[in-house]
């Protein structure tokens, strides 16, 4: 691109930057400081407006930049991920959303400890979600590094990191100044201005080809290299047996996972009912629908009007495959059509990453202060000291993100949340189904199910291709991988549900039949809900 092209991309960035800023410092004006504004907005806000905020916080890149990659450059197993990430929300919607809206107050772990020992069912969960915020915030710092990396060469590595520090930087000032209330607008801004550019661009490449869908897929698989097989599974995850289980693994995680995300269950707690709850999701299905389904035309497009070996000449994981698309439909690389459109649609997508690890790290920051904090200190902490630790813990899941982000510039962002989605499905989803559902549950079965869970899958990714013995691995140098799949959903999710029950059948504690009757009806009718 040419420096002028640049300088307008960076214009939009900065005006962005600046409209959120501009209202992380409105909001900071009007809050008076309660763990109930920093961590729920004061639960204030309507169905409408909270049903685009969860949309805008699950819309991350991974969404907008890795799927349309994928699809770009592997067809067929690339729309796993689309459809992965919507069927997700029917269990949200049925299982989950109104129930935890009832049942809790600020984090996941106010569900569980509801019934069982508070202080060893909080360290858990806390680490937990700690664990699963700082691997979903790695995706989105690569995905900021490449765009930037797009925008200014791919040389740019200087660039690219210290983009990296920014938007780390960047978030810690979103929620330590402004809370889960900035979070929120800043989310809402970001939803409306993807769903805009997403269907600008679906627009200009279905005119491209007259409204044909079947004849967009057809060039797709003739510019793809492999023929029909573009179109149909096996590309990716067809070779052999491991690559077939690490398929239903990762659709395991997928369905499963957003379930246990903590900065999705937090955002039904800036709603004030759980009727509100509901009807949040039910926005948000109706959006996230709409723009998964987009993504499938974004990801043929780019494969059939850009072609999958420049795609993958940009960006070997296929992360810049929806600007590529944008510069090619406004006319063409070094045309000013192109770049304006370019520019816009990167300009979206980095604000599509600002807003969500701003989400991410409010949760993480809320499970330190609310579950970590208040229980290393023994006695409930007073509020105004939780929100405090708080903002400092923002600071340090920042720099963790930063650090780790830097370290896995070059994997795709769309496979990088399924690996957190693995996490979120192995460690959280058991407990939270458990403490639901299962009268009989303890507090040994729920801190066994979180641990249970939560360590297999980190080992597994750890001791996986992921890391070593590949040439796409972040070590590529080193082979110390053990487990053959690259996602551990497969064997940690069953783990999860397994270590919760031999945790509860082997504990001597006597289930409290009051509490699990009182939760039971909170949960149902509200009855008592905060």
């Not at 996941?108 to 069912?121: K, N, Q």
């Not at 979600?129 to 995706?139: E, G, N, P, Q, W």
């Not at 289980?245 to 499963?256: E, K, Q, Y």
Request: charge should be positive; aromatic fraction near 10%.
């Amino acid at each position: 691109m040419t420096t002028e092209h640049q300088a307008l991309a960076l214009v939009l960035f900065s005006t962005f930057i600046a409209v959120t800023l501009g209202i992380t410092t409105w909001v900071s004006r009007n809050r008076h400081g309660s763990a109930e504004e920093f961590y729920a907005g004061g639960r204030l806000f309507s169905p409408l407006e909270n049903g685009f905020a969860i949309a805008g916080d699950y819309m991350s890149a991974a969404s907008f930049l890795g799927i349309s990659g994928l699809i770009a450059l592997f067809g067929y197993d690339g729309m796993l991920y689309s459809v992965g990430f919507l069927v997700a929300w029917l269990v949200v919607l049925f299982l989950v959303a109104e129930l935890v809206r009832n049942c809790g107050r600020f984090t996941l772990a106010d569900v569980v400890a509801a019934r069982m020992s508070e202080r060893p069912v909080r360290i858990a969960a806390g680490t937990s979600s700690v664990t699963v915020s700082v691997l979903y915030l790695i995706a989105q710092m690569v995905g900021a590094g490449s765009l930037v990396g797009l925008l200014l060469g791919n040389s740019s590595t200087a660039a690219r990191t210290w983009t990296v520090i920014g938007v780390g930087a960047l978030m810690v000032v979103y929620v330590s100044f402004g809370g889960m209330r900035a979070t929120t607008w800043i989310q809402i801004v970001k939803a409306v201005l993807l769903m805009g550019g997403a269907i600008t661009l679906t627009v200009l490449v279905l005119i491209r080809f007259h409204g044909d869908f079947n004849q967009l897929l057809t060039r797709a698989a003739e510019r793809s290299g492999h023929g029909a097989a573009f179109l149909g599974p096996g590309l990716r995850y067809g070779g052999d047996w491991t690559a077939r289980f690490d398929f239903i693994s990762l659709g395991l995680a997928l369905v499963l996972g957003t379930a246990g995300l903590p900065h999705i269950l937090s955002r039904f707690y800036t709603v004030p009912t759980a009727r509100a709850a509901r009807r949040s999701v039910v926005w948000a299905i109706a959006l996230i629908g709409g723009f998964y389904l987009m993504t499938i035309v974004l990801g043929f497009g780019a494969a059939a009007l850009v072609g999958p070996d420049a795609v993958r000449a940009s960006n070997a994981s296929g992360n810049t495959a929806v600007p590529l698309l944008a510069a090619f439909l406004g006319g063409g690389a070094g045309s000013t059509g192109g770049a304006v459109l370019f520019a816009v649609v990167a300009a979206i997508a980095f604000a599509t990453i600002l807003a969500v690890v701003a989400g991410i790290t409010l949760a993480s920051s809320a499970s330190v202060a609310h579950d970590l904090y208040a229980s290393l200190r023994r006695r409930r902490a007073r509020q105004r000291s939780e929100v405090a630790v708080a903002r400092v813990a923002a600071v340090g899941i920042g720099a963790v993100a930063i650090a780790l982000g830097l370290l896995a510039q070059d994997l795709n962002v769309a496979f990088l949340v399924g690996l957190a989605f693995a996490v979120a499905a192995s460690a959280n989803l058991p407990v939270l189904m458990y403490s639901l559902f299962w009268r009989g549950f303890t507090t040994r079965g729920a801190v066994w199910s979180v641990y249970g869970g939560l360590v297999p899958a980190v080992l597994l990714v750890v001791f996986s291709p992921v890391v070593s013995g590949s040439p796409d691995a972040l070590f590529p140098g080193v082979d110390f991988h053990l487990f053959p799949l690259q996602n551990p959903g497969i064997v940690s999710i069953p783990l999860g549900f397994l270590a919760g029950w031999l945790g509860t059948v082997t504990s001597g504690e006597v289930p409290d039949a009051a509490k699990h009757a009182e939760t039971e009806v909170r949960a149902l009718t509200g009855a008592g809900a905060v």
